[in-house]
């Protein structure tokens, strides 16, 4: 066999540390999907249970890689060996190859299984209650304590247990949100339930994690965790009366608000203000104080008024797919408008 080549030589160390950089620690912003960093005393349990599975399973590599690496080293053939003598079976060793592996699966049941039973217990009953539902392709979020329904974005207070009761519209999906829980199936006509407490302030990334179409990789969400004040300052907000007397004579903000009610928009999401204000069955999610959200499009575009025109305008050249459907397209003085009017909704 012909040595490698310079370059082989060379280019091997180079592409190991390639790898190996991607296991850096990382923080949030860099890795918003990582669950290596937990965030929530949910997701720390379940990190401390795999590095607990992760380093027993390196000690079992390093002893039987290494001991396979020196038997083939050791016991290599030279020229002029004559046959080794041959063996059957050794009857202390496959004892001891069988009772050792068993006793490192039974030392990392307990662990394993103390995990599951503590994050199936039930939340305390001083949790926050959310009802999640997984729509094609987005998530929409029911806080019945306070009345609120809003979409894509959970709003948590840091330090409170949230007490997630999941559910379907449609098709299976999966709630996940790595920093702070592993992953939950959302199923039709059956509640799943899922609990976590956040430990830091932030906004921080979740995801669908189970295929539920063509925009399943577009289904996504942000958990926005602020502390006690910022989280009433929220609802407060939130279950605040739409601005239509504020803004009677701003022509812009009627024309909007004309726009929603003839363009179509009133058949599929609720909206403050409007004939659909308290409708909790339609199919799109509800517009109620869209402006205070960080993201449209189910996590995937900023809110921005240049986003949000671009959505209006074609949906389906921003998401393919997209179940919205325009029943016509609007003109730019209603767009224009129809921006206008959602984001004065704070
Ligand atoms: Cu919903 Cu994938």
Redesign the pocket.
């Known amino acids: 066999m012909r040595p490698p080549s310079r370059f082989v030589r060379a280019a091997l160390p180079a592409l190991l540390l390639l790898v190996l950089a991607a296991c850096s620690a990382g923080d949030s912003a860099t890795f918003p999907q990582s669950t290596l960093i937990p965030k929530g005393d949910f997701a720390a349990m379940v990190d401390q249970l795999f590095m607990t599975t992760f380093w027993w399973a390196l000690a079992v590599f390093i002893l039987v890689e290494g001991v396979l690496v020196l038997a083939i080293w050791k016991f290599r053939a030279k020229p002029g060996d004559a046959e080794p003598a041959q063996t059957h079976g050794n009857t202390m060793l496959e004892i001891v190859w069988t009772i050792v592996p068993s006793a490192i699966l039974a030392f990392i049941a307990v662990p394993t299984v103390k995990t599951i039973w503590r994050t199936s217990e039930a939340p305390g009953r001083d949790a926050l209650v959310v009802e999640v539902i997984?729509h094609?392709?987005w998530f929409e979020f029911r806080y019945p304590e306070y009345g609120i329904v809003t979409a894509n974005e959970l709003r948590v207070p840091m330090g409170r247990t949230v007490d997630l009761r999941l559910t379907t519209a449609d098709?299976i999906?999966?709630f996940w949100v790595p920093q702070f829980a592993g992953k939950r199936d959302m199923i039709a006509r059956h509640t799943n339930h899922f609990w976590f407490t956040a430990a830091d302030t932030g906004i921080f990334s979740g995801q669908?994690?189970?295929?539920?179409?063509t925009q399943?990789g577009r289904?996504g969400f942000h958990v926005v965790s602020s502390d006690s004040a910022g989280f009433q300052a929220w609802v407060a907000v939130q279950k605040g009366s739409a601005p239509d007397s504020a803004m009677a004579k701003d022509s812009l903000y009627q024309a909007g608000k004309q726009a929603f009610a003839v363009g179509g928009c009133m058949g599929c999401h609720a909206m403050a203000g409007q004939p659909t204000e308290k409708l909790t069955q339609l199919v799109g999610p509800n517009l109620s104080h869209v402006a205070s959200r960080h993201h449209l499009v189910a996590g995937m575009l900023e809110n921005t008024d240049e986003n949000l025109a671009r959505w209006i305008r074609d949906p389906n050249a921003v998401k393919e797919g997209s179940l919205m459907k325009l029943p016509r397209p609007m003109t730019e003085a209603e767009i224009t408008a129809l921006v206008h009017y959602l984001r004065s909704h704070r």
């Open positions: 997984g094609q392709w098709v999906h999966s669908c994690a189970e295929f539920c179409g399943h289904m």
